[in-house]
């Protein structure tokens, strides 16, 4: 250990505790990437500089003791929490980095059912608030696939969204208030209120920071009545998906909100659907929720406009609950997929933009021609629009390629790289948004210029203004 | 010199993980897994109600068909030439798989047409396999997963290696091609794994390989092999009359009970790791450890 890593961990034993401060060689590896080199990580081949130590905190005082420390002394600061990170977000791309992690800050602080919000620390994950708002007839309507493993820091430093996003919103529409540690140490509250007029809304330089601004502590989210027993899940097979499209788009233009609103490609719907659907076809699917009066009004609008698009043909319900209750990744399904990648050299990457109903099918089938001729061994490349608004939707794109050729060290420059720069450079060209929901990380951050265009002022501006001296996650959102 | 002529059977299943607890009903399902209505053969409303989850291939098939390549692909710098074929009974929902096979470079990939639900017929399924070998009479090598589900005895390889009269090895983990009639084989038996020298022709039941999953084709493979032809064969042009074989063979799933496999969990509790390692120790370690 050189002497400044040895001085690191000094100064964070004394904030912490000797115990908080991990410094074992192979944690420290794993500690400096997240999925994004999840295949490096299999293959057990670390290419990014070793952080110094992971520090636990468990407190918004030690947060802010930590980040204080780093902030003095030029040290590059990781916030981590669940760690499901897709796109390098929790890479330490600088030597002798700290990553700070709030999975320890692991307490619900308040369910009120009355004011129907819900306040809990940072390394709560969503399944444990979920759980225990669920035993008072609640929900907090976020349902990201990744549910039972992420936390509510995490959720929120990266804009995430839910499965059931058209009737409840992103994250960003679920927050109230929050608490955020500043680098200099400056501990911050918002207050939990309705809404406000009192100049801009500073929720939103907080949410999305991806670790780049502030290390957040603490989430107040709304909360909204569970009913399940109301749910009514429709499905359809369409014959392109330019006219799925369409279908979403009326659905949500003439004023209904499903909770779920999806449109599945032929080869992204083969790998769920293939037991009921014919080959070749695309798939739509909703889910109406609520009150049962809604539920049903919701259902039967759906029906009626899909009824318009004579090539849409309605398959059976029980095949889209039964699929909607095996979608979420908990550690098995993790660990299945590691098993998998090892064996075969097939991995599974995805990207996901957005843009309005006048460009997303042009963004859809140029970015696809473009992967499947410019790039080699992919085994199949596909996607789906999962996130419907009233001006747009978003598509997210699925593809899986082999690895061969090259050593695990090289599969982020070959493949996944170079399909990032066709989807963004398709996605810019159509005047879409290069994200939205992974969080930029640093995958994506060659293209954020050109994703901000004149508005780059703003971003800079914030970090400038809040962490002046670069130590939040060098390399995220703003490239190094 | 002669080429080994593999054949692997395998069987497309429903993903029984997929299935949601309160799926787990007995007399929901109307028998053939393809679609209720079509199934029924062996009484319908006899089992699980399973055409609402997505189709896979057994695990251990799928060990089956990736270690042929592997003998294939370590063959291949030799002398011994290795030809590939597979095989599935089922309905339109195994023909996806045999196309990804052919893409992969299975030569032959043959389908044994039928809806019906064959999950508690071993026997019927041992004839159909055992028939079309001999007809074809192209068969060095049949390899089978050791058995294809939570409902399936692991008795196929055994009846298909009786009708046949061949040597049938299960459990087993690797396979090496020797010569154009023999095989190393390695196998786990009660005390450990066997390795033995077989000679062709002869069964092999597939069992907890290293080698878990199927590689994947490109898109490219995909597209060089569209429209290879799949052959289609029925139990009439085998001799087989399997619905009156299932009707003679006919189960019903009478009960099920689930097993429950939780264990209390107990979160060890102290100030720091130290702290907590030692209360784990002296309440739950310490008295197992005196106990050896
Ligand atoms: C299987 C799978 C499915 C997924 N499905 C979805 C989905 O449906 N919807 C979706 O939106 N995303 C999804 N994701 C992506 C991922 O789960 C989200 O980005 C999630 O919000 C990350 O939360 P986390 O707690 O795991 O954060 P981490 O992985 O720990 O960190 C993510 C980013 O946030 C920063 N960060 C973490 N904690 C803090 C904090 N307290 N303060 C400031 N910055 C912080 C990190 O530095 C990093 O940049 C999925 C991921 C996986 C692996």
Aim: with cysteine.
């Amino acid at each position: 250990m050189s002497l400044r890593r040895a001085t690191i961990v000094e100064g964070l034993q004394h904030i912490l505790g000797a115990d908080s401060v991990v410094t074992d060689e192979r944690i420290l590896k794993e500690s400096s990437i997240d999925r994004f080199r999840m295949f490096e990580d299999i293959h057990g081949v670390y290419t990014q500089p070793i952080p110094a130590a992971v520090a636990m905190a468990r407190s918004t005082e030690q947060v802010a003791g930590v980040l204080r420390f780093a902030n003095e002394h030029g040290i590059n600061v990781v916030a981590r929490t669940g760690r499901t990170a897709t796109e390098g977000g929790l890479e330490t791309a600088v030597p002798d980095s700290v990553v700070l992690d709030g999975s320890g800050m692991n307490q619900i602080l308040a369910i009120d059912a009355y004011n129907m919000q819900a306040t809990c620390q940072c390394g709560v994950p969503l399944q444990v608030l979920e759980d225990r708002v669920r035993e008072h007839g609640l929900t907090t309507g976020h349902s990201p696939q990744s549910k039972p493993l992420a936390h509510m820091g995490g959720l929120t430093a990266t804009r995430s969204i839910g499965q059931l996003s058209t009737l409840y919103g992103g994250i960003e529409d679920m927050i109230v208030g929050l608490e955020a540690v500043f680098p200099d140490g400056t501990v911050t509250r918002i207050k939990n209120v309705p809404r406000r007029a009192v100049g801009p809304d500073i929720r939103h330089v907080i949410i999305g920071n991806e670790g780049t601004l502030c290390y957040i502590t603490e989430v107040t989210v709304k909360l909204f009545p569970y009913l399940p027993e109301n749910n009514i899940f429709l499905g359809y097979t369409v014959d392109t998906m330019k006219t799925g499209f369409e279908v979403l788009r009326e659905v949500m233009v003439n004023g209904y909100r499903p909770s779920v609103a999806r449109l599945y490609d032929p080869a992204d719907g083969a790998y769920h659907f293939a037991h009921f659907v014919p080959e070749g076809l695309s798939v739509l699917i909703f889910v109406a929720e609520g009150p049962a009066g809604i539920a049903k009004a919701t259902a039967e609008g759906i029906e009626a406009i899909v009824a318009q698009h004579p090539e849409c043909r309605q398959v059976e319900s029980r095949y889209i609950s039964t699929w909607f209750a095996d979608l979420n990744w908990g550690p098995d399904k993790i660990a299945r997929e590691r098993e998998d990648i090892l064996q075969t050299g097939n991995i599974n990457r995805t990207t996901e933009v957005s843009g309005d109903w006048g460009c997303i099918n042009d963004i859809y089938e140029n970015a696809l021609r473009r992967i499947i001729e410019e790039i080699p061994d992919i085994t199949m490349a596909g996607g789906h629009s999962s996130h419907s608004y009233i001006n747009g939707t978003n598509m997210y794109f699925n593809y899986f390629y082999n690895v061969v050729d090259c050593g695990p060290e090289e599969e982020v420059t070959k493949y996944h790289t170079p399909i990032n720069r066709i989807i963004c450079e398709e996605t810019l060209r159509y005047g879409g948004a290069i994200v939205h929901h992974h969080g930029l990380g640093k995958a994506r951050t060659p293209w954020v210029r050109d994703e901000y265009g004149s508005s780059y002022y703003i971003l800079e501006g914030l970090k400038r203004a809040f962490d002046p001296k670069g130590i939040m996650n060098k390399g995220t959102i703003i490239p190094a | 010199m002669n080429a080994v002529r593999i054949l692997v059977c395998f069987k497309v299943t429903p993903d029984y993980e997929a299935l949601r607890e309160a799926d787990w009903v007995a007399g929901e399902g109307g028998g053939a897994h393809g679609s209720g209505a079509a199934g029924g053969g062996t009484g319908a409303a006899s089992r699980v109600e399973t055409r609402y989850v997505p189709r896979i291939l057994d695990c251990f098939d799928e060990s089956a068909l990736e270690m042929a390549l592997r003998m294939r692909e370590a063959a291949a710098g030799g002398t011994v030439p290795v030809e590939l074929g597979a095989i599935s009974i089922g309905g339109k929902e195994v023909e996806r798989h045999l196309k990804t096979l052919q893409a992969l470079g299975y030569e032959r990939v043959t389908r044994v047409d039928t809806d019906a639900d064959l999950d508690f017929a071993p026997t019927v399924t041992a004839s159909i396999i055992a028939r079309y070998v001999e007809n074809t009479n192209n068969t060095d090598l049949l390899m089978l997963g050791w058995r294809s589900g939570p409902h399936d005895g692991g008795t196929v390889p055994f009846l298909v290696a009786e009708e046949l009269g061949w040597p049938c090895l299960t459990q087993v983990t690797e396979v090496v091609v020797l010569s154009s009639d023999r095989v190393r084989v390695a196998h786990v038996v009660d005390d450990g794994v066997l390795r033995v020298t077989v000679r062709l022709p002869c069964v092999l039941g597939v069992g907890n390989a290293v080698v878990a999953r199927l590689r994947v084709p490109t898109l490219t493979d995909r597209l060089a092999q569209r429209g290879a032809p799949v052959e289609r064969v029925q139990g009439g042009d085998l001799g087989i009359d399997v619905a009156a074989e299932l009707a003679r063979e006919a189960s019903v799933l009478a009960d099920l009970e689930v097993i429950r496999r939780d264990r209390p969990g107990v979160i060890v509790g102290g100030e720091s790791p130290r702290e907590k390692a030692q209360t784990l120790f002296d309440s739950c370690l310490k008295s197992m450890i005196e106990k050896l």
